[in-house]
């Protein structure tokens, strides 16, 4: 009878840490979604503190400048046991963001933001992709970090790029 009552208790405990692992993955996955979010957000502040911040919290210097993904947890984990994940490759990393015009909501049209290499070499030092292309839906063309910001007469930010080995 106590052997009965083991072997119930192994299975159960088996089961659970079955179910736990995917959870555990997805909630990471989350977490990490997050973090990279955060450091989007800081980007688009120019806020080379928060920048660096996001960085140390573990934030991917080569995630995409996705929209908010709104499905709730228990979506997420649906979608990761069947194997699916957001579309990323048409999405502006955050070197790239850092470099591209940005609309202004309140008087229309766009801007572009001030240069600010220590931002850029934040970037950068964590292993930021400097070759990564982003297709301009407005233009059609592809531009690269170093296109952007020769197109915007960025200086600092080229030499920046040059060091770190583009092409």
Aim: proline share 7%; no cysteine.
């Amino acid at each position: 009878m106590k052997r009965r009552g083991s072997v119930g208790l192994v299975m159960l405990l088996l089961v659970g840490g079955l179910l736990a692992i995917p959870v555990w993955l997805t909630y990471r996955a989350v977490q990490q979604e997050k973090a990279n979010a955060a450091l989007i957000a800081e980007v688009k502040k120019n806020d080379t503190a928060g920048v660096i911040a996001a960085l140390k919290e573990g934030a991917a210097p080569n995630d995409r400048a996705l929209p908010p993904d709104t499905h709730p947890f228990w979506q997420h984990l649906w979608d990761a046991l069947r194997g699916r994940h957001r579309r990323t490759e048409e999405a502006p990393t955050a070197l790239l963001v850092a470099l591209m015009p940005r609309s202004d909501l309140v008087h229309g049209g766009s801007f572009l933001p001030p240069e600010n290499p220590a931002l850029i070499q934040a970037l950068l030092n964590k292993g930021t992709e400097v070759n990564v292309l982003y297709q301009n839906k407005v233009s059609g063309w592809r531009d690269s970090p170093l296109i952007l910001a020769t197109t915007y007469n960025k200086r600092a930010t080229i030499k920046l790029l040059l060091e770190y080995g583009p092409m």
